[in-house]
Every structure is written in structure tokens, then in C-alpha cells.
DNA sequence: GTCGGTAGGT
């Protein structure tokens, strides 16, 4: 039965194999007049386009610095402006340390920042922002902590943007309790008022350490407080509830969107909510997803097939998933190394340690270089089978490579200790990862293995709960 | 005139 949904769904991949390669190529009005709408779902979808007619696409005006790409380039230009007399405003440095941000060069942006500030460039709550963003990334969040003192003294008064880089900088650290502290401390004292992104990165937070309920909550209280949830909001939760399992309240919430707040789903949406459907095996749903994509005129992306590549190899239809990346080549899509992690994956999950070797071999001859998550799924693979030599190898291996072990890699490596009972070896290595200044958790990492929370706060592991939601809002009122 | 957020690997 399985087996004939499967190939069915790869048949309709196939089948629309046009339409989903030229789908972005079209004007959207063009698509709307000509779009097919099914039977089943022609009121659901006929909603839905008409949401696509009111929404509007206008792009925003682009500055000049956004155009380069280059370090080298930006560094120079940053160069020629501080040595230009009279100085350029504040806006122009600004936006090219945001440039460098969206480089991901943070380390250097700081410096830039600091040169800024000893040159006597005006500095604004823009550029502390950007400033402040650049450490929470490296992981640093206390400095931007300090950097917010500065702010002070600088007569910077700090805005909702500075606020959410922080509240995020502490999510991605894993500080839930002082993000959540920081969030209603904001809230009491009325330092800013939360928009809708310092709302989603608190909902993030919530969602990373499994609080769906508490994220739902803190939905509610948006709408109380008169901020309009947005596609991240309902995406975030959404994606959080189907990757535990909770497909029908993620449906629940898709329509409330949908339906209520008139929010129009996106490619991020609906792969989160095929990937759930894929995880409990609901086939025929997925399809329907997928075709409901189709009369709406979303086009699945890379990542919306990749879905499709876990599912059929977590099935043990690897076979199938290598036909699907077929159809991605034969599309015109070129898979990227996220595709093949997810199949070398597929073996492994199999036992099949020379097929994943295969494909892990062939990465070089396709123009893809393996990243740590190939070797973590090689590594990973091992571990199933109990081959802990291999998988130690697999693991030097990667600083050999030149990368570093990240999170996922050590809990793998650190749950395969554990299950040969290695759990002396276990905890060196974990300790080994903190001197290493792992300290990021991401929230597979955190299901996997409860010893992890006990080693990384006691108090979260012994049940000290987030306040309820009902004590923010008295909070809010006060 | 600029800045922030959502989908992949244990």
C-alpha cells in the first residue's frame, strides 16, 4: 500500500515536472487567470488565490552598497570614506556594515565598527544594531550586552531592533529563561514595545526548547496587544508542532491563518507542512499538499524536494529517492549538498555503509564539497551500527578536513558513546565540545538526549518552569 | 535614505 502511494507521489512529481520548473518564470496575474483549480480543494484554493491578487510585491529600493559582495571590495570603500572630508553621513557607513553583515563577516564587521567609533564617525542606534547583531552571531552575546551600555552613554537611545537582535542572540545561545526575562522586562518597564519580530523571536525560542503551548500563547497575546502575526509567526509554530508530531494542530493553524487572518501561506509553509505529513507516512496528503501548491502556484524549491528525498529514504525507498533527485536534474534544478547529505542519510538509516561511501565518493566528480553534516551523517551511520572505531575516525576526519565538529556532530558522536556504554568517554567529549566553545543547542540535539539539558542548566532540567503566559499579560498590565 | 525573523543532518 505504502509502496503504490509512493510511487504515485512519483508519478505527480513527474508529471508536473513543467509546471514546477517554470512556475517562478510567470507574472503572477498570467498564472492566476489561467489557473486550473481542482475540484476538491476549489474553494480552499480559489481563498487562496485571492489572497495572491491583493498581495502586494513591490521590492524595496536597493542602496548602493548592497551591490557588493566582496570583502576586499567593501573594506576599501570603508577606506575611502573615513578618510574623506567632510565625513559621509552615518547612513552611508551604515549600510555598508550591513553589507559586511550579510557577508556573514561579523568579526570584521566589528572591527569596522570599533574604527568607526575611534575616528569619531557619528554612530546611531543603526549602527549599534548592526553592532550588536555581529556579536550575538559570533556567539557573543554578552558583549553585545555591553555594547547596549554603550548605547548609553552614547545617548543612542535602544529601539525594538536592538532589543530583538539581543532577545535572539540569547536564543541562539540557548538562554531561554534570561530571553524570556528580557522579554517581559521590556514589556514592564516599557522600554519598547515588541513588534512582530521581537514576537516571533521569542516564539522561536519557545519552539526550540519544545514549548508549543507557550508559543501558541504568546501568539494569542500578539493578538491582544494588537500586533498582527505575520507568515514567519505561523510558520515557526507551525513547523515546530509538525516536527512533533502535532500535524492536525499545525492544520489547525494553517487554516486560522489562512482563513481568519487572511495570511498567505509561502514555500516555507507548505514544506513544513509536508514534511510533517512525510514523517507519520500520510502520503496521500502529502500529494494533496502538492497539488494544492500547484493550483495556488506555489512552486516547490531545492528544499521542498529534499523533503520528498528524506521521506522516500526514511522509508527505505532509496531508490525512489535517488529517482526524485533525478527529476530535480532533469528540471534543471541542481541539487545541492544538502540533497545528497539527506541520501547518503538514507543509507546510512539502511545500514548500508558502502552505498552512502557511493555516493559520499561521488560528491567531488558532481562539484559538491561534503560539509560537516555529510560527515555527521556518515558518522551517524556508523554509530547505528555500532561501529564506534569507524565513526571516531569518521569524526578526526572532519577536523582533518579542515571543519570543525559542530553541535549535531558531537551529540552523535556523544550518543553513540552512550550507547555502547562508553559514558566516561561521553562526558569527556562533552566537556571537550564547551572548551570548544560549543555552547549552541539546537532543538534535536535537546529532544535526543534529556542528560544534555541536565549538563547544560540543572534548573531547566529539574523542571523550573517558563512563567505562564496569563502572568506575562498581568505583567503587562502593571 | 539603512537594520532584525520562518523550512535540511543526531
Partial sequence: MISRTISHLLAFIKLRGNFFTNSFLLPLQNHLSSSRLGLEFSSHTTFLASLHSNSNSSSHPRSKFQKVTNLDDALNMFDEMIQRRPLPSV????????????????????????????????VDEYSMSIAIKCCCQLYRTNDGFALLCCCFWRAVVPDVFIFSTLLDGLVLEDRILEAERLFKKLIKHRLCEPNVVMYNTMIKGLCKFGNNVMAIGLLRLMDERGCKADVVTYNTIMDSLCKDKMIDDAFKLFKEMVFEKGILPNVITYTSLICGLCNLGRWEEVSKMLKEMEDVRISPNLQTFTVLVDAFCKEGKVDDAEAVIDIMVERGEVPNIVTYNTLIDGYCLRGEMSKARTVFDSLTSRGLVPNVITYSSLLNGYCKNLNIEEAMLMFHEITKNGLKPDIVTFSTMLQGLFRVGRCGAARRLFDEMRAQGQHCFCRSALKSCPRFLQWINPKLAAGWCIMPISMWIDNYSK
Avoid: D, I
Avoid at 550579510?102 to 566589528?110: E, I
Fill in 91 to 122: 547612513v552611508q557607513f551604515n549600510q555598508l556594515l550591513n553589507a559586511v553583515t550579510k557577508m556573514k563577516h561579523f568579526s570584521c564587521c566589528l572591527h569596522l565598527f570599533k574604527q568607526m567609533c575611534v575616528t569619531g564617525v557619528p
